[in-house]
């Protein structure tokens, strides 16, 4: 009787783990779509404020260069949540805005490649080029001293000829 006892035990344990670790990983799954959904918005937005400096553009309130420089400016110091930043690159993988990161503005970073040989800034520029999309990399949050997972969407804002993008840490 101890014998079958302690086998359900055990059956009734490692059903439970398990039952414990799908629960987990569809919440994980849950959190990512909606992380997925919030970066994509965040994007659209930011996209939208630069589309809204280049109407001012095509009416003659300034030139390209100086709506180039207002939308830089605009993306440096525009955040979300309570770390969330964005970023453009050129369509050639010049660094226009990075957070945190004055000595990359203005680096191509076309060739910059994670820790697993991932050349991300390549993937930016052609999820950016296809209509926008996400992207999976490893990449140093700012205050660490190694690369973690980190996803992101990218989304083109073809007047400047730039590719937006904010990302999560996963």
């Not at 993306?75 to 004055?102: C, I, P, S």
């Not at 191509?108 to 040989?117: H, L, S, V």
């Not at 209509?131 to 973690?148: D, H, P, R």
Request: proline share 1%.
């Amino acid at each position: 009787m101890k014998k079958v006892l302690m086998t359900m035990l055990v059956a009734f344990l490692c059903m439970g783990v398990f039952c414990f670790s799908a629960a987990a990983q569809k919440q994980g799954a849950a959190n990512d779509a909606a992380q997925d959904l919030l970066i994509k918005s965040e994007v659209e937005t930011a996209v939208s404020m630069l589309a809204a400096i280049h109407a001012r553009q095509q009416k003659g309130e300034m030139t390209l260069e100086k709506a180039k420089d207002l939308g830089a400016g605009l993306l440096r110091e525009l955040r979300y949540g309570r770390d969330g930043y964005f970023w453009a690159d050129t369509k050639e993988g010049v660094n226009v805005v990075l957070y945190g990161r004055k000595d990359t503005e203005g680096r191509n970073r076309i060739k910059d490649k994670d820790a697993k040989g991932i050349f991300y800034v390549k993937e930016f520029l052609a999820k950016g080029k296809a209509g926008g999309g996400y992207v999976e990399y490893l990449f140093t949050k700012e205050g660490q001293a190694t690369s973690i997972p980190k996803r992101s969407y990218v989304l083109a804002f073809e007047p400047f000829g730039w590719v937006v993008g904010t990302g999560y840490y996963r």
